[in-house]
């Protein structure tokens, strides 16, 4: 008997690699040798706090650390929605956008951190220089997941909710609020936790940071934990984990929790789910009469406005095609921008020819070893966080257990206990490669984890109940039914998953303990080592292969497995 298919059958192949393309690669290399010019400039000696390990600090430390991560949220959000609304709409806009997405969400900001903040020094006051660089290292870590998530959910909406809002000529921002964005909520929301969960490993990374003489550290609770690390205060290591973690549990109460009780309602199916989930502190905002008083007196009139102005503003009008002309105009500005790339470009080829044959191949021998520790992270994500994302994902009894502790474990920065793990097995034979292997995986397997919890909570229940009627059981319910609906959300948690190793290969492949350096054959080594080293020839050539390496992945991998995602396994 032939297993009935639940899901359109379709695929289309695009071009993966365009002109386009190595135009953006080279402009990222300028403005990475332009920033390790600037940085040149940078002060010589910058001297940073003085970090308290007074209990009574931690409130205090904890509330930064909130506020950074909640300014780099905030822009991330934004910035996804704008981002992913223009590149799912706009066919000429996307051409240029997803390329630059891929190279974007390549680049290894930890390498790149240095080179940031010595040039933020070199041009703004230190104290906003490094605030700003601690946020902009935090965006980088949430933003790429947000754009992925609310673009893969663009383009997967069913026809039926896009001809219902032709029907009813939505202009684009009554499709935003009643089409695009409820259905996009839970994926949004899931991926908003994982941004949390990645933005407290990267926070951690911002707040410790120092290079050399110069001293970047910033007061909050990473600063917090390396102090009481660094001075082996087991006391105070145990307060500030467990700050953390109280932070982490009332953000899942009173946040992350009613927000998706609130969310499920968004959810396209043709019977109400059983296992809804709830929240008491959602309940209790229910309930409440003040809650009830703003809603009605701001929330309703400010929605109305805003409802009203869209309509006047940018009414509905009818698509005129137009005869393509050469705008001279961008011709002018696209013949100087390519001038300066050029121009750019010729000074960052000067600057790699100083590099010699041996500092090429270790570049390409770290590349190949950096490889096999993203492919073998990323097989052993695979192997438990699709059944146990599944599991919490389709039982709100399981869902209650799990999800606080797997948001707990998922931020926990993983380099607050990585110098354990290292001093666990680094006298091991291969000790620092397992390692690697093991930090990468603490922080990028939750991309996955939590896409697939998403993807799982969208599977409609009424399809669920006819996979039932059909009595298909084990792996003919995973084949016909899971794995199909899972797809295009597992995609999405692997380029963010891929993408965040090979960030984390640069404090996974090499660490300084105690003075002492341990490191490991990799691309991550070699970008490390250049950055302590001050060879910013080295490090230019080291990052951009990194760069070059992930969007070739990405192209010829990731986004052909997109488009089978967004044509073969769109449920109608």
């Known amino acids: 008997m032939r297993t009935p298919r639940l899901f359109q059958v379709g695929q289309v192949w695009q071009n993966t690699f365009t002109r386009g393309d190595l135009l953006l690669l080279g402009g990222i290399a300028v403005v990475i040798y332009f920033g390790a010019r600037l940085a040149f400039s940078a002060p010589a000696v910058v001297t940073g706090p003085t970090i308290s390990l007074e209990p009574s600090a931690l409130p205090w430390y904890a509330i930064l650390s909130i506020l950074r991560m909640g300014a780099a949220y905030v822009l991330s959000l934004v910035f996804g929605l704008f981002y992913g609304w223009i590149a799912a709409h706009n066919l000429r806009a996307q051409k ?23 040039s933020l020094t070199a041009i703004l006051p230190q104290g906003i220089a490094i605030e700003l660089g601690a946020v902009i290292l935090i965006f980088t870590s949430q933003a790429w997941n947000l754009i992925f998530a609310w673009y893969q959910s663009l383009i997967t909406i069913p026809e039926e909710l896009k001809e219902a809002s032709a029907t009813f000529r939505f202009n684009s921002w009554m499709k935003f609020k009643t089409m695009a964005l409820p259905f996009a909520a839970n994926n949004l929301i899931w991926n908003s936790i994982m941004s949390w969960a990645g933005g407290w490993f990267f926070l951690m990374a911002a707040e410790i940071f120092t290079v050399g ?18 001075r082996g205060d087991i006391r105070a290591i145990a307060l500030g984990i467990g700050t953390l973690v109280l932070v982490i549990i009332l953000f899942d109460q009173l946040l992350w929790r009613p927000l998706l009780a609130w969310a499920d309602r968004f959810k396209i199916e043709m019977v109400s789910n059983e296992d809804a989930p709830t929240s008491w502190f959602y309940d209790l905002m229910v309930s409440s009469r003040l809650v009830s008083v703003i809603s009605q007196r701001v929330r309703r009139p400010l929605t109305e406005r805003l409802d009203n102005l869209s309509l006047r503003r940018f009414p509905l009008r009818p698509t005129v095609i137009r005869q393509a002309g050469r705008n001279w105009v961008s011709v002018i500005i696209g013949v100087i921008v390519v001038a300066m790339i050029a121009y750019g470009l010729y000074l960052a080829a000067s600057l790699l020819a100083t590099l010699t044959l041996s ?8 590349l190949l070893a950096t490889l096999f520790h993203v492919a073998a992270a990323l097989a052993i994500t ?6 146990v994302g599944v599991l919490i994902g389709t039982s709100q009894r399981w869902a209650k257990i799990l999800q606080p502790i797997v948001q707990i474990l998922a931020s926990i920065p993983a380099t607050a206990i990585f110098p354990v793990i290292v001093l666990a097995l680094v006298k091991l034979s291969g000790g620092m490669t397992v390692a690697a292997i093991v930090l990468m995986l603490m922080g990028t397997q939750w991309y996955v984890l939590f896409n697939v919890i998403a993807g799982t ?3 409609p229940q009424d399809i669920k109940y006819t996979t039932t009627l059909l009595q298909l059981k084990g792996w003919q319910r995973w084949r016909t039914l899971i794995l199909p609906s899972l797809f295009p959300y597992l995609i999405t948690g692997a380029i963010t998953a891929s993408g965040g190793a090979w960030n984390a290969s640069i404090v996974a492949e090499y660490v300084v303990f105690n003075g002492q350096i341990l490191q490991t054959s990799g691309i991550g080594a070699v970008i490390a080592r250049a950055t302590a080293e001050g060879n910013f020839a080295l490090l230019l050539g080291g990052t951009l292969t990194m760069i070059v390496t992930v969007v070739c992945i990405n192209r010829f991998i990731w986004r052909r497995l997109y488009r089978l995602a967004e044509e073969k396994y769109k449920m109608e």
């Open 382 to 387: 695979m192997l438990w966080t699709i059944p």
């Open 457 to 459: 909570n969208a599977i």
């Open 359 to 366: 500092n090429w191949l270790d570049i390409g021998t770290g």
């Open 213 to 230: 003489n110069r001293d970047f550290r910033l007061p909050g609770l990473g600063a917090y934990l390396q102090a009481a690390a660094n």
């Open 96 to 118: 240029i956008m997803l390329p630059l997405l891929d190279i974007l969400q390549s680049i290894p900001i930890l390498s790149f951190l240095p080179v940031v903040l010595l």
